[in-house]
């Protein structure tokens, strides 16, 4: 017997379709409900690239005298170091007011959309820095860098 195929996805590409939320209070992290996630802001619209927001597990060798293959198990979990990078405005009005060095709270993604029912991640951050770009041919730009500060909520049901 053949083995049954997973169901067919629908495939979509990010832009147009993926939110970035800020949220700066959130009372569960892995439960939020629509009244927190509205309180938010969409940074979306401003964003020009994102780095990191994913978790990794590290692999540990399990060796034995018994056998020369050397068997692992999961270690540690850590995340990325993680980064968004937005446009800044001539008129000073842009992210740097809302996301200063140390403020802590959560970045929510929503991979295909801020749809009740779908899946989203909720990562609790704290901002570490806001280098500007110094490009004088494109586009000025600030990179937010977070630091991941608990293990983050991923595959969340939408509110």
């Known amino acids: 017997m053949v083995a049954t195929p997973i169901a067919a996805t629908s495939r979509y590409i990010p832009p147009g379709t993926t939110r970035y939320y800020w949220v700066p209070t959130i009372s569960n992290y892995n439960s939020p409900t629509r009244s927190e996630l509205n309180a938010g802001s969409d940074l979306t619209a401003e964003i020009s690239a994102v780095s990191g927001f994913a978790t ?33 405005s001539s008129t000073s009005s842009d992210v740097r007011t809302l996301l200063p060095r140390d403020t802590a709270g959560f970045v929510v993604i929503f991979p295909e959309g801020d749809v009740t029912g779908q899946k989203m991640d909720v990562f609790p951050v704290k901002v570490t820095g806001q280098p500007k770009s110094r490009d004088v041919e494109n586009p000025s730009t600030i990179t937010i860098q977070f630091s991941v500060t608990k293990i983050p909520a991923e595959n969340v049901t939408i509110p």
Do not use: C, E
């Not at 068997?71 to 170091?81: F, L, Q, V």
């Open 56 to 88: 990794n597990s590290d692999q540990q060798d399990t060796p034995d005298l018994g056998s020369r293959f050397v068997s692992k198990i999961p270690g540690r979990i850590t995340a990325d170091d993680s980064s968004i990078t937005m446009y800044l």
